[in-house]
């Protein structure tokens, strides 16, 4: 590891949990419950205040502290939007339900932005649009043939911005140009999670953390469940863990989630506080920066202003935070070369789950519900498809959800842990990214 990047008092925990670090609640495990969720996300606590306003009862388990996980130490864009192109989904499921699909999951960005006003929470959001920087000259292309498509669908603008204005949209001639999106946001992920909590909390849910739910079995009409602090019987179960399906053991309450959950580590860095005209230059109206690449990597400026998160896919093969530090930092100062020098307060990572097509779900199984696969853009569409499963489990929803208890696929051997392939299928889409750059 390179010591002279940190700054003094480095720190492997996320920079948000300065402002937000999930809170401890020693409430005790109580005997029974209406609902049982298990797992303390955006998801679950999404589902957990929506049956709550319902008037169910409704108690949400936790292996860590409510909000550990993902929701904590994401990079806190906001944006709809499926992970597949409309042209890949229409060739999947037919263009009437693609168009479907699609829509339901650009419904997810209205949703949050309504969720935060409606429950007052403040997690700094800021609708501040994103740009989407093109890795090659054709992926430039193909933004342009899918621009108008796109702003169809989300029902918000998008603008093309070609490498010669590029300055316009990102201080950097590292890419090939990109897309504005206006139908995107910023956020503190963190607060974003402890607001969460504390409005479900306040509609009467009850959050148990410290608590891993190991199994259950079917009793009389419904569930016994054995966690780490004994058991409890819940009427009805809601899988919703989303990255963390297995334990570090390995093991898991539900087979069959997590056979189709792929968990992947994503690594983030915080560099010290910057000088604001600076951040300002890099960041013009301080928007979210992703980029087209298979293994991509996302930055954007801190809430207040003053530091580079830069986040991406390091390593495929299990990394600590600081050894992945060197790798973001230099992939960092590649985009931002007037970086160079400036050190890194914080490095930390945490789990995002793909599935095997690229779509999110929600459904039933063998009587578990369930809610998961976020792609690695799971704050507005965690919290989105978390409500839409509390309604299907409150047996509330007006109206067909697209993602509902559609086909859910695996693959043969599959067991919820990809470490074997995983650095193999990583290296190979690192390459072609390589080979696309250097053509270019």
């Not at 293994?295 to 299990?318: A, I, K, M, N, T």
């Not at 007037?338 to 990572?349: D, F, N, Q, R, S």
């Amino acid at each position: 590891m390179r010591n002279d990047i940190l700054a003094p008092g480095f720190k492997t925990t996320p920079y948000w949990w300065e402002a937000a670090e999930p809170v401890e609640r020693p409430a005790d495990l109580p005997a029974e419950t209406q609902v049982a969720v298990v797992g303390g996300g955006y998801a679950g606590l999404n589902a957990a205040l929506t049956l709550a306003r319902l008037g169910h009862e409704v108690t949400v388990l936790d292996a860590e502290r409510i909000g550990w996980g993902a929701s904590s130490r994401s990079g806190g864009m906001v944006s709809g939007g499926m992970k597949l192109s409309l042209a890949e989904a229409r060739a999947a499921f037919g263009e009437r339900k693609a168009e479907e699909i699609a829509a339901a999951c650009n419904a997810s960005f209205p949703f949050i932005e309504e969720l935060l006003t409606r429950e007052g929470i403040d997690a700094d959001y800021v609708r501040c649009g994103r740009f989407t920087a093109a890795w090659t000259p054709k992926h430039y292309q193909g933004q342009e043939a899918g621009a108008a498509t796109l702003a169809r669908i989300t029902g918000m603008p998008t603008r093309m911005v070609p490498r010669a204005q590029q300055r316009e949209a990102l201080g950097s001639d590292y890419y090939h140009g990109g897309m504005i999106a206006e139908a995107s946001g910023s956020m503190h992920p963190a607060k974003y999670a402890r607001g969460l909590a504390a409005a479900a909390e306040r509609a009467g849910a009850r959050l148990v953390d410290r608590v891993r739910v190991n199994g259950w079995k079917p009793e009389g009409s419904g569930w016994r469940l054995t966690t780490s602090r004994g058991e409890m019987r819940a009427a009805k179960i809601l899988t919703a863990t989303n990255g963390y399906s297995l334990s570090p053991e390995g093991k898991t309450p539900n087979p069959w989630f997590a056979r189709r959950m792929v968990p992947l580590a994503s690594f983030l860095i915080a560099t010290e506080e910057l000088d604001p005209e600076l951040i300002e230059r890099l960041f013009p109206r301080k928007r979210m920066i992703g980029d087209t690449r298979r293994v991509l990597s996302y930055f954007r400026p801190s809430p207040d202003g003053r530091r580079v998160l830069y986040g991406g896919r390091v390593s495929f093969s299990p990394m600590k935070p600081e050894e992945a530090a060197p790798g973001l930092y230099r992939m960092m100062t590649n985009v931002f070369p007037e970086l160079a020098g400036v050190k890194i307060t914080h490095a930390w990572t945490g789990n995002v789950s793909f599935t095997f097509d690229g779509l999110r779900h929600i459904g039933e199984h063998e009587g578990v519900f369930y809610a998961g696969g976020c792609q690695g853009n799971g704050v507005a569409m965690a919290s989105w498809i978390g409500h839409q499963v509390g309604l299907k489990i409150a047996g509330a929803a007006n109206a067909p959800f697209a993602l509902d208890d559609i086909d859910f696929p695996t693959r043969p051997l599959y067991r919820g842990n990809p470490n074997l392939v995983l650095p193999f299928i990583g290296n190979w889409y690192r390459m072609l990214d390589a080979v696309e750059r250097i053509a270019a």
